[in-house]
């Protein structure tokens, strides 16, 4: 859609400056923008880059000059801006009402301006919510059900009995209620533990491509609402993730671990089974937290076998130096035995 | 199905106390437990919720009261309620029938009771056995073959010539036989190595979502019978995997690596190429091992690059002491040097 | 094709031994090769299997004695090997002509001897090269860009706007335009920062099966001519990669991250964002880069944080001598202070 520089001031709730009835129809780095692109600058050393840009409107914090430009003043442009876009632009279709390729169970029931793309297959019993844009080549098992405005793009499997909250989008190529890896051995071989129970991903969830969610064993799955997975992250049997937390890629969640509301989680972070992350904790890229661990609140973690961020940096610092604390030492034991 | 107490104790070779009549349908965990499901108890722990759970028919083991409960007598409860799970529950249907729109090659020769899903292709020459249900969007290329009783969910991907023993379960988005990761670099480029060879996959393993298997280079990869790999684990060309080996999400294992026989591998293991590790053999999650190590039968390794358990704990025990390390090390030079 | 010795050595520029007019058809390690395979040897360990291989023609370093085989003399076997195996053998046919269920919109715009597999979906304005060949379920977005003679195996997702170059190969399950990973905290919820930037893939590349690629966000990613990306591998918004790089498998790289040319990284490297690696640089398998770092041209880095990896050979060295280390520290203690 397009605005002008005064309502979009208005619906941030930002104070504007220059020409406030210019217009803003999409959003661009300094270098790419058109004229009517929203900029931003939330550093000094973005603001020359800003004043050359061929866009009319940047959201500035207080204090930044940007002669001839329209300003919309943010103490945090990054999150005006995301909001900004989020404003004003429209996320691409991903489908256009209901293709006649898509295998549609009689049985499901699709609610009011429901898309879904080229050989879509919804099995008996979906039910999907208003809104919803299902991609080419999604596979909805029987029994899913999904809430109002989501959004998979092509190749997503939801597994039978899948639940969505409203306004989840899920990129191409993730796997939800796929089985648990469980298996009890005996008599020479493993046996399959069960893995017949439930997934449910809450509202205004994100799932990278070709991420995998598994299904509970015999309890639940369950991500709670607001949580933002990254690409190919995985999520075992009976894993909680709390509202609002952030899973980077690569990441790996093992069985039964609850892991809190707000944490933040790197990248190939690998987390075993039966541990608790306390709301707000934070794990470092890589980082790996043993069996059964708890992360207390806030806390902010670092390496594998995880450990808080300050013991971290000073173990490693010394371990960098080993070869001279060897050194010395070997100093010492001539001074105190003489040379071997 | 539905079963008696006493018939499934005779199955599971148990003893049962209490009403051996008690009707059996299903598996659950004690709280959500119909009167129907059959639990289990296998700490003390458990005691308590199996007490209190609508199931009237427990696994436990011998001394374990459960007043007013059938009680299954089982000194592994956790495997007998494993093996009761198979025998009581049928696998949900994948495929009935051949659906109007796979598209099936003429040429392709399918058993008697294979059922294939919706936009399923099947290539040239692929052979299909008995029972097989293939997914939709599964895409067989030419010339693969499968054993009888194969599970293929939705999405999953055979290259040509790939081939599948019995029962095999493979889910979502799995690829199997793609090429392997080889270049000669030369002329100011890479060239690809030759990725022809085969890829084998034995009786009874189960692979998970979105996994990959690459094809031999010239050989052959080999996966052995009732091998289990989880999530997002990539194999790459010319590894052998032995049977009843486990390995656990996101692991990799790189180009000629020969795993053994019962060898368990944590999640997000990297085994570099031309690795052995002998049968019953232990990785530690995240332990990386470098190009060429042997692992030796029955040995547990940890970290990176990868050492027996006991030296890995107690050099991570003086890592995590090092600060303390380098402090009594300057207290002593101070004693031998005097004050700098 | 089938050629003769002498016809390939020509190709090659190598000389011949023995009988020049032998047939080659394939190419085969030395225990699977039949009479017209084309074998190789690079290791004195391997003359004796390439003595009794059927292979009647053989590449071989100058000094190698072969009695009986046809010799082609090359300083670098495995090169010219490769470079052989390229001229003999056709790639597997992905897709022939356009399959009558295939969807495609009649903006899309197909150059002559375009090949696309049955219930691939090609959106409005697609474009796609000469030669080309698309595989069953593949997804390409609207606007989508192909040049000459890429190669899409099955289940290839592009998102709307992606754009490959020249004789671009791409497996089964990968993503390529996935929405990146951003979003910024306020009014208590994650706020999806725009991910609306684009995504280029240069001639000669080839990504593994379920990699990812990420568009940019505002700007692009970028991964230039002739570079591989290994299974699994994630890329992220904005991330740039210089030609002729190499990835193995399941190693993640973060946001705007620029890596330069003939770079090689290991598997389950994690590369955090902002990070420059130089030209020529070497990265151990499951290193770890942290944000902003830069890696000078040409250096070999390992470990977690990494540093050079004669550096972490002498800190690892130390490392799994820390018990004698403190057990050294502790005698001179008792000699120095006391017995305690």
């Known amino acids: ?25 999409g959003v661009a780095e300094p270098e790419r923008a058109g004229a009517e692109d929203l900029i931003y600058v939330d550093a000094p050393m973005h603001v020359a880059s800003a004043g050359k840009s061929a866009a009319r409107c940047v959201i500035a914090p207080l204090g930044v000059a940007l002669e001839g430009k ?41 609610a009011p ?16 919510g208003a809104g919803c844009e299902i991609g080419a080549f999604c596979f909805l098992g029987r029994g899913a059900k999904l809430g109002e405005r989501c959004r ?10 899948a639940r969505l909250g409203r306004s989840v989008i899920i990129h191409s190529g993730a796997v939800i209620g796929s089985d648990g890896f469980g298996y009890v051995f005996g008599d020479g071989k493993q046996w399959k533990f069960p893995q017949v129970g439930e997934v449910e991903i809450g509202d205004d969830v994100e799932i990278g491509a070709n991420a995998t969610i598994d299904r509970g064993s015999l309890g639940r ?38 892991i809190g509301k707000n944490v933040m989680i790197g990248g190939q972070v690998g987390i075993a089974d039966h541990c608790r992350l306390q709301d707000g904790a934070v794990v470092g890229a890589q980082a790996g937290i043993p069996t059964g661990k708890t992360i207390r609140g806030g806390q902010i973690v670092w390496g594998t076998p995880a450990r808080p961020l300050e013991k ?9 130096r080993l070869p001279e604390l060897a050194e010395r030492l070997k100093r010492l034991e001539e001074y105190a035995f003489g040379r071997k």
Not at 7 to 23: F, I, M, N, P, V
Not at 113 to 128: H, K, L, M, R, S
Not at 223 to 241: Q, T
Not at 312 to 320: D, H, L, R, S, T
């Open 70 to 110: 329209t300003v919309l003043r943010s103490e945090k442009p990054k999150l005006a801006f995301a909001r900004a876009a989020d404003w004003l632009l429209r996320p691409p279709a991903i489908a256009n009402g209901v293709h006649a390729t898509a295998v549609v169970a009689p049985s499901a029931q699709l």
């Open 221 to 258: 799955t369950e991500i709670a609402r607001g949580v933002k997975l990254d690409n190919l992250v995985h999520v075992a049997h009976n894993v909680s993730i709390g509202e609002h937390t952030v899973v980077a890629a690569q990441t790996g969640i093992s069985g039964s671990s609850a």
């Open 1 to 25: 859609m397009t605005s002008t520089a005064r309502e979009l001031a208005d619906y941030l709730g930002c104070t504007t400056e220059g020409d406030a009835a210019a217009r803003i129809s």
């Open 312 to 320: 971290f940096k000073a173990q490693y610092a010394w371990f960098a």
């Open 152 to 161: 998979l793009y092509s190749r997503v499997t939801l597994y039978a009995g």
């Open 113 to 128: 301006g429901v898309a879904i793309g080229p050989y879509a297959v919804i099995e008996d019993d979906v039910e999907i």
